[in-house]
């Protein structure tokens, strides 16, 4: 499957199309049970709808010059 943000997200339970996340601390796991979320194996599946982006910094400075042409 091609990877969608960038090539070398490493493998995670928390990202992965075989887990279930019960909560921030546990994931249920069809192959290994319940498992953390930084946890990894060989049946890791990327799936990138289980990927939270980043926070984008908030505070910009724009004046109505910087959207001028």
Known sequence: MKRLFKKD???SCE???IGKSLNKTKI???KYGIT???NQCKKFKYDPLKRVPKKQIENFNFDEKDFEL
Request: proline share 17%.
């Open 9 to 11: 997200i490493p493998a």
């Open 28 to 30: 249920l796991c069809v």
């Open 15 to 17: 990202y992965c199309s």
């Open 36 to 38: 953390s979320p930084k």
